[in-house]
């Protein structure tokens, strides 16, 4: 037992809890504070994959947009934020039931893959990965398109939920 | 451990020493630099904190001499003994959680303030052999702690069950959020300058030239981010004492207002050595003097840690400045000179920038920096004009309205 | 040792699942796409470790977890602007009392 898996099975007992709280919380500002803490755990993941990069940007873009996002619609869509009686449907059982079929299935294809035990190795010596995903980003050989229609989509997003959410006083 | 090692690389001279220490005393090697690491990240969270309670003085100190006054000056030389006094008080106040407050998210609030600006001291350099970690997205982690001080915010306005206290938050996550956008745009600036985003190469690589002269208008930009970042004066609608009572942190005594207080002092600091690091060369940044023989020592540790706090001490007063001469402004103010205002301005210096110091890198050190600085001014210039223009036309609509 | 790529993968099978259960069990549509940001996570958490342990030197699996990353900001912003839009109609945001195509 490494001092690496110590951390890694601390971190996954916190992600996961965190991640049964937000799917089982009444209130849904717990249940909004729980996924930041889900999405910190994430981010310790990412540290731990030496995608360091990621791992800022997971806890910029999620905890500090989309988690104050998901805040303020709360916050917004309801007069009294203490939410009472039952959160799920009447045949919540049949979804729990798929959830555990389905990590059943998706823990035999995980066993079934070959060299699935491996460990990783070392980066290579002068390999900086930061570096290496801003020329990846924006190399014409590489995922500009992508990445060009990334941004679009974002901005198309940024119109799109100001016209819907926003109103429009006709004059 | 020789006396002349210690002197030029004294943490960790002295954290090989206690790392062999501990070995000797037959602890595993990795156990041994797990308690090294963590006796570190002790001391420097004491340091801060200590630092933390000088502020208080200094703060009080110089709003005083601002307004006319003395300040603190009964307990102690100079009234220096008065935090002290200020946190023996907080201690034993009342602690009130009020009724229907969310008790647990209430009690992390606080906390979650302060460690969002102590985790900024993980990456800051006090000198090139003492800082925590040098990270290579440290620019980013800046972006994200202010996203955690966020979020501590508006726990504490929700969980308060207050609605002055939620206005105050709402207000504060609107200021924030908005004056993040111009902040990591200008971030950028030092970045492309310095071809790294990790604070001990932007420091370094300001050894020769420091970036407030390669470009002032990022680093005035990223000032007035960095006031709006701290929620201080004038842009500290989600205090507002006079329409909200005190904000975001209204329902809070004792010493859990005192953390919020304390973290509010610190990241006015904090902020202030990070104007120093970006653009004002951090604890070098001597435009090579260090280099001419008879000025060597000014690498060293202790020297360029006394650099730093000053620096740092500077950009905090001039944040002090700012704060107890300028009146609050209102929030769509505020968010039009955001959005119509430094978001454009501070797109136009980043692109203007980049592309110039492509083109200019092939000159001399001194026809570079004319002309990086020059841009600037031409890019201020044209902004005002532009700004003027706006006024004029704003006046003809407003005297048609009056006068019809 | 360091830890295996299976850890990672079950890990992330699990959160899936839980994000599933989520979506499928919660009344609430904000709850429901909350839980749609579990998925996403777990998916990215796949991709980070597959580049790290399969192809470190290549890029793909980070830029994707880029895109996937913008992608999710997009969706949630659309989505939640969707929800007030519902509720300033409706008065209501629980997925099973909107059940009707035209008011």
Known sequence: ?171 | MSFTEFLNNPIGSLATWLTGLLSGWGLSNMLAVLLVTLVGITVLIVFAMVLDIMLVWVERKVVARFQDRLGPNRIGPFGLIQPFADIIKLVIKEDITPAGADKVIYNIAPVLAAASVIALWAILPLSSKIIGVDLNVGLLYLVATGALGTLAIIMAGWSSNNKYALVGAFRMVANMISYEIPMVIVLLIPTILANTMSIQGITQAQSGMWFAILSPLGFLIFFVCAIAELGRAPFDLMEAESELTAGFNVEYSGMKFGWFFASELLHAFTFGGFVALLFFGGYGGFFGLEKINGFGWLTNPFVEVVVFIAKAMFGYWAIMWVKYSMPRIRIDHMLAFNWKFLVPLSLVVLVTTAILNKVLIVLPAWQYTLGMFASNLVIASGTFEILRAAARKQRKIEKILVRP | MSVPLSWYLFLAAALFCIGLYGVLARKNAIAMLLAVELMLNAVNINLVAFWRYLRPVQMSGQVFAVIVIAVAAAEVAVGLALIISVFRRRKTVMADEIDLMKW
């Open chain 1, 1 to 171: 037992m490494t001092a690496e898996r110590i951390v890694f099975i601390l971190t996954a007992i916190f992600l996961l809890a965190s991640a049964l709280k937000v799917v089982t919380s009444r209130m849904l500002m717990h249940a909004a504070l729980w996924l930041v803490a889900a999405l910190f755990g994430v981010a310790v993941l990412f540290a731990m994959l030496q995608a360091s990069f990621l791992a800022v940007a997971q806890v910029v873009v999620y905890i500090g947009a989309i988690a104050i996002l998901f805040i303020f619609t709360d916050m917004l869509t309801r007069k009294d934020l203490r939410d009472q009686g039952q959160q799920t449907r009447s045949n919540w059982w049949l979804p729990a039931l798929l959830g555990l079929l389905l990590l059943v299935g998706l823990s035999s294809i995980i066993l079934g893959i070959p060299g699935v035990d491996r460990t990783f190795t070392a980066l290579p010596e002068g390999f900086d990965p930061v570096r290496s995903l801003g020329i990846a980003l924006v190399s014409p050989d590489a995922y500009v398109l992508p990445f060009e229609v990334a941004s679009v989509l974002l901005l198309a997003a940024l119109v799109g939920a100001v016209y819907l959410a926003g109103v429009f006083k006709k004059d």
